[in-house]
Every structure is written in structure tokens, then in C-alpha cells.
Nanobody, 121 residues
Framework: QVQLVESGGGLAQPGGSLRLPCAAS????????MSWARQAPEKGLEWVSG????????YYADSVKGRFTISRDNAKNTVYLQMNSLIPEDTSLYYC??????????????WGQGTLVTVSS
């Protein structure tokens, strides 16, 4: 079955960087677009970034544009979120999730368990 496992979370200082990998299994990884989303205690679920199945197109929420980069290595069945210039507002539980096809749309299926990112001095 489809399984997604995020890791790489932890504590970072404002202005610092973290890289989050999401390891996928149970499906043909390159056939599916992937997204990252996050949830903070005082906010609803926020979509962060998405990438097409072949990596040909990427999209970002305005809140992270210019600071975060999504990428994927289909040979390793892994999607990444590189987070630079972190700010306290980035503190959230970060999830990766699978779209039902190779392009990004509003539908998401299986989600990972999440990894916690805390940005604080």
C-alpha cells in the first residue's frame, strides 16, 4: 500500500535552514505529483508547495516563495522540501501527500505522519 514517511524536522534558528525528505513506497512514484502542506496550532492546514510527477513544474504558496524549494529524486522515490531563511511563522507540522495523478490538482490522497519543524531563537 501507499506509504509516505517524512523526516528531517527539528529545531532551527530564524534565518537557518532545514531539508525535509519524504520517502515513498507502494506505488509508481514518478507517475504522481506530490505536495507539501503544514499545520500550526493556531492555523488550519496550509498547502505549501507541489511538484509534478516528472519534476517539470513546481508551485509555491506566497508565504514561502523565494525561501523554500521543492524537488524530487524519482530514482530514490523521495521528494524534498529545502527550507531556507526560516522565520518563526514556519513553525508547523509538515506533511507530504500524494496527488491522484501526474499533475497538481486540489485532490490529495495518502498523507505521511508529519515531521515537526520549530523555528525559534
Amino acid at each position: 500500500q501507499v506509504q509516505l514517511v517524512e523526516s528531517g524536522g527539528g529545531l532551527a534558528q530564524p534565518g537557518g535552514s532545514l531539508r525535509l525528505p519524504c520517502a515513498a513506497s507502494g506505488f509508481t512514484f514518478s507517475s504522481y505529483a506530490m505536495s507539501w502542506a503544514r499545520q500550526a496550532p493556531e492555523k488550519g492546514l496550509e498547502w505549501v508547495s507541489g511538484i509534478y510527477g516528472d519534476g517539470s513544474a513546481t508551485y509555491y504558496a506566497d508565504s514561502v516563495k523565494g525561501r523554500f524549494t521543492i524537488s524530487r529524486d524519482n530514482a530514490k522515490n523521495t521528494v524534498y522540501l529545502q527550507m531556507n531563511s526560516l522565520i518563526p511563522e514556519d513553525t508547523s507540522l509538515y506533511y507530504c501527500a500524494q496527488h491522484p495523478g501526474p499533475e497538481i490538482n486540489k485532490y490529495l490522497g495518502v498523507w505521511g505522519q508529519g515531521t515537526l519543524v520549530t523555528v525559534s531563537s
